[in-house]
């Protein structure tokens, strides 16, 4: 069973930067793509940004030009560099891979954003 666990989060001050990161177990090249979502309090879970097998990346419209995705592959991991933070990206960050039957996701990291 694959399994993904991010880490990095956690309290920063607003305009601050945090690094996630989600190790997956198996081969990472068994994903289609990467994703990073989140769930703010009260909200339903959206796409923050995706990295697919051939490197290609894309963003949510509030977070272009603050945060990045990469990944590693002789690691397996995926990382979110997330700079210019606000309070409004507080919430539970998911790790989640996809492939065109299945996705799997993490237990989520929670970033607090503090003004």
């Known amino acids: 069973q694959v399994q993904l666990v991010e880490s990095g989060g956690g309290l920063v001050q607003a305009g601050g930067s945090l690094r996630l990161s989600c190790a997956v177990s198996?081969?990472?090249?068994?994903?289609?793509?990467m994703d990073w979502y989140r769930q703010a309090p009260g909200k339903q879970r959206e796409l923050v940004a995706f990295?697919?097998?051939?490197?290609?990346?894309s963003y949510a419209d509030s977070v272009k030009g603050r945060f990045t995705i990469s990944r590693d592959n002789a690691k397996n991991t995926v990382y979110l560099q997330m700079n210019s933070l606000k309070p409004e990206d507080t919430g539970v960050y998911y790790c989640?891979?996809?492939?065109?039957?299945?996705?799997?996701w993490g237990q989520g990291t929670q970033v607090t954003v503090a003004s």
């Open positions: 990295i697919t097998s051939a490197g290609s990346t």
């Open positions: 989640r891979g996809a492939r065109p039957t299945n996705v799997h």
């Open positions: 198996g081969s990472i090249f068994s994903f289609n793509s």
